[in-house]
Every structure is written in C-alpha cells, then in structure tokens.
C-alpha cells in the first residue's frame, strides 16, 4: 500500500501562487506514475497533470498550460505542482495520486490516493 501525503494547500488572492508537495512512503516509487487531480466544489473529478515514472511521459490539462508546473522528485519519493498565476476557477480540493506503470486519463485508475488539500483563490 503506498501512503501519499500531500500539503501546501491555501488561501491566496488570484493572480498569486502556490507550490503543493506530496511525499509517497513506498521504494518503489520509480515504478508509479504520478497524477495531481482536482474536485471543486458541484464538479467532477479533472485530471490536472501526470508524469510517468521516469518523468518523460507527461499530460497537463489545457485549463493549467502555461500556469501549472508539475515535477518529480525520484530521489525523494515526491512530486510538486507549481501553481502560479492563479484564478478562482482553479479554486478545489487537489488530490495527489499514483498508479503503477504508465500515466492514464481515466481517473479510476489511479490506485492510491492522498487525503487532499484545500486551495482557495479569492477573486
């Protein structure tokens, strides 16, 4: 079972920036894809950005492109979503999330999830 743990969530003003984290508590991380997928509030589940495990492979939604940046931290076992220019759309619970093997857009198949943290952009 791979325990994901994400933090960096917040209030901020639109325009401004976040950097979230996650830290996965697995030796295996090099064999997961890893996802950052968001809620907001009356929405369905949209997948933000995913990196497979080497980090080659990659997927950003077109809402984030140019805004969001997502890294991974192999050494680490963590991946990072850089958010700047942020805007009340992006307002959501984000959810960090792995799967074996290569990165899909098919949420249910991301096999582990962390509990989420709260981002907020105020207009």
């Known amino acids: 079972q791979v325990q994901l743990v994400e933090s960096g969530g917040g209030l901020v003003q639109a325009g401004e920036s976040l950097r979230l984290s996650c830290t996965a508590s697995?030796?295996?991380?090099?064999?997961?894809?890893m996802a950052w997928i968001r809620q907001a509030p009356g929405k369905e589940r949209e997948l933000v950005a995913a990196?497979?495990?080497?980090?080659?492979?990659?997927y950003d939604a077109e809402s984030v492109q140019g805004r969001f940046a997502m890294s991974r931290d192999n050494a680490n076992s963590a991946v990072f979503l850089q958010m700047n220019g942020l805007k009340p759309d992006d307002t959501a619970v984000y959810y960090c999330?792995?799967?074996?093997?290569?990165?899909?857009?098919?949420?249910?198949?991301?096999?582990?999830w962390g509990q989420g943290t709260q981002v907020t952009v105020s207009s």
């Open positions: 999330a792995a799967r074996s093997g290569a990165i899909s857009q098919r949420l249910d198949s991301w096999e582990h």
């Open positions: 697995t030796q295996y991380f090099t064999a997961y894809a």
């Open positions: 990196r497979s495990p080497s980090g080659i492979g990659r």
